[in-house]
């Protein structure tokens, strides 16, 4: 059984789209890309046609993963969420013990991260140690350079 996948609204409907662009555009850009390979010639000496299948083979399996994400997939409504705790979907504040610097992060599924956007996964060594975390408590997050700890300022939705 696959595990379950946790998704905003908005992220289920982008994974949908993407997977559905997938399936048409980029399937059909691939068949010609083969097409135009075998039109050339002999395939046991044509790079052309070994790139193409290749590209092929990477596209179906992201179609395939795409497809088991959205199979998976439970959307989470934020009016269920409890803010008491840190839990998928809440922007938590943590302050960092050692320097004082403050950060706030919202915490998403792991297709959903954008570390851009300021929107880590719980799957992160970050958010496994954010996750279940109050007001106050101090997270302690473990990274290859040793522990961090941050404390956690607040709690939102």
């Not at 046609?49 to 989470?76: C, F, H, P, V, W």
């Not at 009016?79 to 839990?87: G, H, K, L, W």
């Not at 851009?116 to 101090?138: F, T």
Request: glycine content about 6%; charged content about 35%.
């Amino acid at each position: 059984m696959s595990k379950i996948e946790y998704l905003t609204k908005e992220g289920y409907e982008k994974l949908k789209t993407e997977l559905e662009e997938l399936k048409t555009t980029e399937r059909r850009k691939v068949a010609l890309a083969i097409a135009e390979a075998r039109e050339k010639g002999d395939l046991s000496e044509n790079a052309e046609y070994d790139a193409a299948k290749e590209a092929q083979g990477l596209l179906e399996l992201k179609i395939n993963t795409m497809e088991k994400s959205l199979a998976s997939a439970r959307i989470l409504d934020v009016s269920q969420i409890d803010a008491s705790r840190v839990a998928v979907l809440t922007n938590v504040t943590i302050k960092n013990v050692k320097n004082g610097k403050t950060l706030t992060y919202k915490l998403v599924s792991e297709t959903e991260a954008d570390l851009k956007a300021k929107k880590i996964s719980v799957d992160s060594p970050m958010g496994k140690g954010l996750l279940g975390k109050r007001v106050g408590e101090i997270a302690v997050v473990e990274t290859p350079r040793g522990n961090l700890e941050f404390e956690v300022v607040d709690i939102s939705i």
